[in-house]
């Protein structure tokens, strides 16, 4: 069993859509949690960084992180056609550089 | 703002040959690290250098080798190589600070090199 689980998709919505992705781990040292976008033939860019369990905000996008049950999220509201891309969550160790990445949900905003 | 710059960005390479991945890091940024991501899978790390020290080493296989220079440029030399080392090698980099505390900074990936072994 991998570290860290994410549905790898591929999802589809429609614009304007409120897109939901998950991750879940099993290492409860993992203290850093991140949200990586990729788009094709691109490095991974990116999106959120969280430490502690609870929500963060930046403009359209919202990261949740629950220590308690091992899951992260991440929310798009009002999703765009630009937001299409694989969304790869990662999370590292307090004192480790050994990031690890989810497999990536592959993401598709229809117009 | 000034990003992460990988060379070259695509690579043709024969089994057995060798191969050279630059990586130059964001300026003022002391920490690298390199990640292989095969076809359809998430980056898997390899190594990474703090200060022109290795800093960490993850699964990075004994033919391939990196080394940070003073200028915190970074190169992954990788030997003999097999059809299985086809995949993007992405480079990141960050700054732990004077401490040199890992504390889960912010990695900043370069676009990556896509080498193909034939």
């Known amino acids: 069993q991998k570290e860290v689980e994410q549905d790898p998709g591929p999802l589809s919505v429609p614009e304007g859509a409120i897109v939901s992705l998950n991750c879940t781990y099993s290492?409860?040292?993992?203290?850093?949690f991140m949200w990586y976008r990729q788009y094709s033939r691109k490095g991974p860019e990116l999106l959120m960084y969280t430490y502690s369990s609870g929500n963060k905000e930046d403009g359209r996008f919202t990261a949740q992180v629950d220590k308690s049950s091992k899951y992260i999220s991440l929310f798009i509201r009002d999703s765009q056609p630009s937001d299409s891309a694989t969304y790869l969550c990662a999370m590292s160790e307090y004192n480790n550089n050994d990031m690890r990445f989810g497999a990536g949900t592959r993401l598709t905003v229809k117009p | 703002a000034a990003g992460v710059i990988q060379s070259p960005r695509h690579l043709i390479k024969e089994k057995r040959e060798t191969a050279t991945l630059k990586c130059y890091p964001i300026p003022r940024h002391d920490t690298v690290y390199w990640y292989q991501q095969g076809p359809g899978q998430d980056p898997q790390f390899l190594i990474s250098?703090?200060?022109?020290?290795?800093?960490d080493k993850g699964s990075i296989p004994d033919r391939f080798s990196a080394q940070q220079f003073s200028d915190y440029h970074s190169e992954l030399n990788m030997s003999s190589l097999e059809l299985g080392d086809s995949a993007l090698y992405f480079c990141a980099s960050s700054q732990r600070g004077a401490s040199g505390r890992r504390s889960g900074e912010t990695q900043y990936f370069g676009p990556g090199t896509r080498l193909l072994v034939l």
């Open positions: 250098f703090y200060e022109k020290m290795q800093s």
């Open positions: 290492n409860s040292a993992f203290q850093y």
